[in-house]
């Protein structure tokens, strides 16, 4: 059932709080890693990271730059496009797997640096899959007439927690950030969100994990050189899940709500590999100009992918108001998401 059908904020004659997304900022910092530099470090071709990722380039963070110098840039790209200030706020979440530190949040870090006044958040982890939850969260809190306009940040600096001499892993990701307004709409238009749908499933974490760093298994001089701290995958079992997960919870949403994927102006998924953003279009009936791509330039950055990606197919003019959006991912964890929205503007 979805959960705004029955007593939903958006029934006639109830106040109207749909939730909307304003607007869109990114960032991405200016240094280049390309498939060229990384056949120089590990034992890996440009053909063969092609074929199997569909990347070409990624971009990476100098040493002195954090994950909220990331989130802060795309926060600040943000409330310019809407043309706010931060004190304007109610809210920051920022989604994450690359916090700073462990404490304080990243969320309190880009708070002070915004100098957004009154303003509470936290950090959300749920690996690849962290933004599409963070829509979902922002959206309840503003449809529930508690908050007026909450920012979510998707900014990882997966470059931290990658070891470069594993070409398995160290092809597939690249930091960046994106950062969504979402706020109450004042007309009742039906723009904005629809309904979204998360589950998770623990029995996934042994296949993708970065294994030391917390409670578990603390740093020490024996999981720094076991290599524990960075990214652990077994590439098949994720794709395999990937690939059916994102389709089946895509699939639900749109059924639970009446609508067939042929409604759907474009389909923005998690940007983990091009194999299994294809697959998971083709089950859905969806290609070419409904798929947003562009994992070829950016790899995978985790929380910052989906954003990204939308922000692009806005700019391209992809996506116009009243079009239907569908947002999904896979994660650690295992993590799924899938979020539906009717663009505002």
């Known amino acids: 059932m979805n959960a705004f059908s029955a007593s939903s904020p958006f029934q006639p004659g109830a106040p109207l709080r749909r939730p909307r997304i304003t607007a869109i900022g990114c960032y991405t910092p200016p240094r280049v890693l390309t498939n060229s530099d990384l056949e120089k470090m590990v034992d890996t071709t440009n053909e063969w990271i092609l074929e199997r990722t569909g990347i070409r380039e990624r971009h990476i963070a100098d040493p002195d730059v954090a994950t909220s110098d990331l989130a802060y840039e795309a926060a600040r790209a943000a409330l310019a496009q809407r043309g706010i200030e931060p ?165 639900e949403l749109l059924d639970r709500n009446g609508l067939t994927s042929d409604q759907v102006k474009i389909l923005i998924p998690h940007q983990a590999n091009h194999r299994i953003i294809t697959a998971t279009a083709d089950r859905l009936g969806m290609n070419g100009d409904r798929v947003m791509i562009n994992i070829e330039r950016y790899g995978n950055t985790t929380s910052g992918t989906i954003p990204l990606a939308t922000w692009e197919a806005v700019e391209q003019g992809r996506i116009r108001k009243g079009d239907l959006v569908l947002f999904a991912a896979v994660g650690a964890g295992y993590t799924v998401g899938a979020s539906l929205w009717r663009w505002a503007y």
């Open 87 to 251: 004190s304007e706020l109610d809210a920051i979440l920022v989604c994450t797997v690359t916090p700073d530190m462990f404490f304080p949040s990243t969320a309190c870090l880009v708070q002070h640096r915004l100098g957004a006044a009154r303003v509470w958040g936290f950090d959300l982890i749920a690996a690849c899959s962290s933004f599409v939850y963070g829509l979902g969260v922002a959206a309840h809190l503003v449809a529930a007439g508690t908050h007026r306009r909450v920012l979510v940040i998707g900014a990882d600096t997966m470059s931290r927690i990658v070891d470069y001499t594993d070409r398995a892993t160290c092809v597939l990701f690249g930091d960046g950030a994106g950062a969504m307004l979402v706020e109450a709409g004042e007309e009742d238009d039906g723009m904005g969100f629809v309904d979204c749908l998360h589950e998770i499933d623990g029995s996934g974490a042994p296949y993708l994990n970065m294994p030391a760093g917390g409670s578990r298994m603390p740093p020490s001089i024996e999981t720094v050189q076991k290599r524990l701290h960075y990214v652990h995958q077994e590439g098949q079992q994720v794709f395999k899940y990937a690939v059916r997960r994102m389709y089946e919870v895509s699939k």
